[in-house]
């Protein structure tokens, strides 16, 4: 859930795919200051390096205007997406070749964790500048790109048309507010297979809190894990990661829960 930086704002109504080429990160690079920083994934011995946005300040100031009133949340390295990233090269086996989808990609952790697995995988974000470094970085890291498709999440549209719905749904950190709740709740009816994986990894948010009590209550199971760090910033320490492993239980229905 992020908002775009450039002078061009997203049309909700009208969402694209836009895989960011070599001309966008060159437009990137001489407009927005980045700074390159190591990310180790905590347990696994794995290490990335990657671009980042080093003025928060004029990210900030860039989406004064938006509509949506989305912060730039995608310009930090989150324990969140850290956690979800070290997740996945624990288990290689759960994305390798499936068809997997990133909710809100940000600078794409998670993704070169995904990619590096084999897995085939689709990102989305409301901000083009993530979109461009998470093409940037999954190059740098994996040697692979994701499809990108900028699009808000909250309302989809016909982004997704002919590609929903997918084996396995990667999300870190996108529940903020209470707003995004019932959105994600609705997306999932869509994006995630019958059978498939929500792989979510969450720090305790309320908003998170309150959708994770709906899932359950629509009948899906929870299989979670926790991660302490250490985490890039300082200022992350004491910071409790839950990564859910979220399925549907097969013997109930969702418009039953109580079944």
Same mark, same amino acid.
Request: hydrophobic share 40%; glycine share 6%; charged share 20%.
């Given at each position: 859930m992020s908002i775009t930086t450039s002078n061009a704002q997203v049309d909700p109504s009208e969402p694209h795919e836009a895989t960011p080429s070599a001309r966008d990160w060159a437009e990137l690079s001489n407009r927005v200051a980045l700074q390159e920083v190591d990310v180790s994934l905590p347990g696994s011995g794995v290490a990335y390096t990657i671009w980042k946005p080093d003025d928060m300040d004029r990210l900030l100031d860039a989406v004064q205007n938006d509509p949506e $009133?989305?912060? @730039? !949340?995608?310009?930090? =390295?989150? @324990?969140?997406?850290?956690?979800?990233?070290?997740?996945?090269?624990?288990? @290689?086996? =759960?994305?390798?070749?499936?068809?997997?989808?990133?909710?809100?990609?940000? #600078?794409? #952790?998670?993704?070169?964790?995904? &990619?590096?697995?084999?897995?085939?995988?689709?990102?989305?974000? !409301?901000?083009?500048?993530?979109?461009?470094?998470?093409?940037?970085?999954?190059?740098?890291?994996? *040697?692979?790109?994701?499809?990108?498709?900028?699009c808000n999440w909250r309302e989809p549209g016909s982004a997704l048309g002919g590609l929903a719905p997918f084996p396995v749904v990667l999300a870190a950190d996108v529940l903020y507010e209470s707003r995004d709740v019932e959105p994600l709740l609705s997306l999932l009816d869509t994006l995630v297979a019958a059978d498939g994986l &929500?792989?979510?990894a969450e720090p305790g948010r309320?908003?998170?809190?309150?959708f994770l009590a709906l899932l359950l209550e629509r009948s899906w199971v929870d299989q979670s894990t926790?991660?302490?760090?250490?985490?890039?910033? @300082?200022?992350?320490? *004491?910071?409790? =990661?839950? =990564?859910? $492993? &979220?399925r549907r239980d097969a013997g109930v229905s969702d418009s039953n829960p109580s079944s």
């Amino acid at each position: 859930m992020s908002i775009t930086t450039s002078n061009a704002q997203v049309d909700p109504s009208e969402p694209h795919e836009a895989t960011p080429s070599a001309r966008d990160w060159a437009e990137l690079s001489n407009r927005v200051a980045l700074q390159e920083v190591d990310v180790s994934l905590p347990g696994s011995g794995v290490a990335y390096t990657i671009w980042k946005p080093d003025d928060m300040d004029r990210l900030l100031d860039a989406v004064q205007n938006d509509p949506e $009133q989305n912060l @730039p !949340y995608w310009a930090e =390295v989150w @324990p969140s997406g850290v956690a979800l990233a070290a997740e996945i090269v624990a288990e @290689p086996g =759960v994305l390798a070749g499936s068809r997997v989808f990133e909710i809100g990609s940000g #600078i794409g #952790i998670t993704a070169i964790a995904a &990619l590096a697995t084999g897995a085939d995988l689709t990102v989305a974000d !409301y901000a083009d500048d993530a979109l461009t470094l998470c093409s940037e970085n999954t190059r740098r890291n994996a *040697g692979r790109q994701p499809v990108a498709i900028q699009c808000n999440w909250r309302e989809p549209g016909s982004a997704l048309g002919g590609l929903a719905p997918f084996p396995v749904v990667l999300a870190a950190d996108v529940l903020y507010e209470s707003r995004d709740v019932e959105p994600l709740l609705s997306l999932l009816d869509t994006l995630v297979a019958a059978d498939g994986l &929500l792989w979510l990894a969450e720090p305790g948010r309320a908003a998170a809190k309150r959708f994770l009590a709906l899932l359950l209550e629509r009948s899906w199971v929870d299989q979670s894990t926790t991660h302490d760090g250490p985490w890039l910033d @300082p200022e992350d320490a *004491g910071t409790i =990661v839950t =990564v859910h $492993q &979220l399925r549907r239980d097969a013997g109930v229905s969702d418009s039953n829960p109580s079944s």
